[in-house]
């Protein structure tokens, strides 16, 4: 008796494979959500000071389903240079962008790439940031630029549209409905869904206007810092919410005067009627209660944070809902059991701590970042993990993931073993950071530093300077102990684990 077609075609499928026929047909989808500048401290699973009054719902979900990473870290605590370490698998210095003012060379190797030639559907949609055109993707939308909240601009192949709406709103659309266009392909998909936000300066959308206008937020202890102890870069930066932070476009008290400005035509200026009606009846009596309170010193520092914290959690909101949304289609479409989902920042931000808002720092609120995984036939459900993991490491999970062969040159680790609870006796046990953006915005200057997970070294070293700190004892790294004769032994360890990453990573 002859076997059914289904047979047939099984045996041939099976024949003409490399894998087992169980795994062609297991290769996980991977959804890859990408936020800017969104700081650990602000997701609720992280449960730091601002979760019970701005909760992340679903965010947190994939904490609940899947793995929360508590020691993720980057390798350059800045926009570009950390999207191209994603793609590349490779340290700034080994990818050739070390500063935002950089160009990606999209010639070179990207998982993307090997993705595609591993029958992967890819696909990109969000900011991108890095001034070449994206390589690698069968589909790609991205903002030209840092993009706009309001009515943004998107690049497609070939043109540029204007699209009228919310930006975290409409990438969200379109992500969707790229994934619905994928249902009948047969062939897995890695989606970067990448979102403006909550990029300064913060633009509420027009859902969560009103959103935290009675909430006062709980201040760091360390927000008046005076960087005593610290190196000079602490002192010398230009980042701080009381002299950097702006009334007009970060703070939204925008003046007639203000009218002809940059980043008011970029910002308020893009807004459709409707839009700016709504906007400013709530900004609107915020600027005329501030006008008429005179504050200074202590007193304005304070109200500044708490402005930058309302509209900053406002704009993370519209995230979470996304998430939310995409992962409400994953389950209804029967998708979400063998579906990575990583939900990562390119790096962490200051929310008052220091003074700060921003990054670039290796200090911890900007070298680490927020990292949860959530695949649920293969990572337990409400797992946590201390490994020293870096964003390093994604191009050669998503590829092991993909049964593709990682080039032998990319610098990062497969996170898979660590996703199924098993941390090798191997894995890692310190860090490389390195920043070289300066002169530059925010005025930090160039550094790098190793870290053990406990022990921080950091070397601004056109200066000379060092300092070392013990996250054990001193988690917010207050006090510089370098000159301490009790820290020599520890010190100089970190030297020579330093030196010895350096060279491990080729960087002269």
Request: net charge negative; charged share 25%; proline share 5%.
């Amino acid at each position: 008796m002859r076997a059914p077609i289904y047979i047939i075609f099984f045996l041939f499928i099976f024949s003409c494979s490399k894998a087992p026929v169980e795994e062609v047909l297991q290769r996980p989808n991977i959804l890859f959500i990408f936020v800017d500048d969104h700081a650990f401290q602000a997701i609720s699973a992280y449960e730091g000071r601002l979760a019970e009054l701005a909760p992340t719902p679903n965010i947190d979900r994939l904490a609940e389903t899947g793995m929360k990473f508590n020691k993720a870290y980057v390798t350059n605590s800045i926009c570009a240079p950390s999207r191209a370490t994603v793609l590349t698998g490779l340290h700034s210095h080994a990818n050739g962008l070390r500063t935002n003012g950089d160009v990606f060379d999209g010639s070179q190797i990207t998982f993307p790439k090997l993705l595609q030639e591993a029958d992967y559907q890819t696909a990109l949609i969000g900011k991108w940031h890095l001034k070449s055109e994206p390589t690698g993707f069968d589909h790609w939308e991205v903002l030209p630029g840092q993009g706009h909240y309001y009515n943004p601009d998107f690049i497609i192949p070939g043109d540029t549209i204007k699209e009228e709406g919310y930006v975290t709103e409409i990438i969200t659309e379109k992500s969707l409905k790229w994934l619905s266009e994928q249902k009948n392909s047969g062939k897995p998909f890695m989606l970067m869904m990448q979102h403006k936000a909550p990029h300064r300066e913060w633009e509420k959308g027009p859902k969560q206007l009103e959103l935290y206008e009675d909430v006062t937020f709980p201040e760091p202890d360390n927000l008046f810092d005076d960087y005593s102890s610290r190196a000079s870069a602490a002192k010398e930066q230009d980042m701080t919410i009381n002299k950097t932070m702006r009334l007009s476009s970060d703070l939204k008290l925008w003046s007639d005067e203000d009218s002809a400005s940059w980043s008011y035509k970029r910002t308020y200026g893009r807004m459709n009627e409707k839009q700016r009606d709504a906007w400013d009846a709530v900004y609107g009596p915020i600027k005329e209660q501030f006008e008429e309170a005179k504050l200074s010193g202590t007193e304005l520092i304070s109200w500044k944070y708490q402005r930058y914290m309302r509209d900053y959690l406002a704009v993370i909101r519209a995230v979470d809902e996304s998430v939310g949304a995409v992962l409400d289609y994953l389950e209804a479409e029967g998708l979400r059991e063998n579906t990575l989902v990583v939900y990562t920042s390119d790096q962490g931000f200051y929310l008052g701590e220091h003074g700060w808002f921003d990054k670039r720092f290796m200090y911890e609120e900007s070298f680490r970042t927020p990292l949860l995984m959530s695949w649920p036939s293969i990572i337990e459900a409400g797992s946590e993990s201390d490994a020293l993991v870096s964003n390093l490491d994604f191009a050669q999970t998503f590829l092991e993931m993909a049964r593709a062969e990682a080039p032998s040159s990319m610098q990062g680790m497969s996170l898979i073993p660590i996703m199924k609870g098993k941390q090798p006796e191997n894995w890692r046990s310190s860090l490389y950071y390195a920043y070289y953006e300066y002169p530059g915005v925010h005025s930090v200057k160039k550094h790098e530093g190793a870290f053990d997970g406990r022990f921080k070294l950091i070397h601004y070293y056109e200066e000379d300077e060092w300092e070392f700190f013990d996250l054990e004892s001193d988690p917010t790294e207050m006090n510089n102990i370098y000159s301490n004769p009790e820290s020599l032994n520890q010190i100089q360890r970190m030297k020579e684990e330093l030196k010895s990453l350096k060279q491990e990573f080729g960087q002269e």
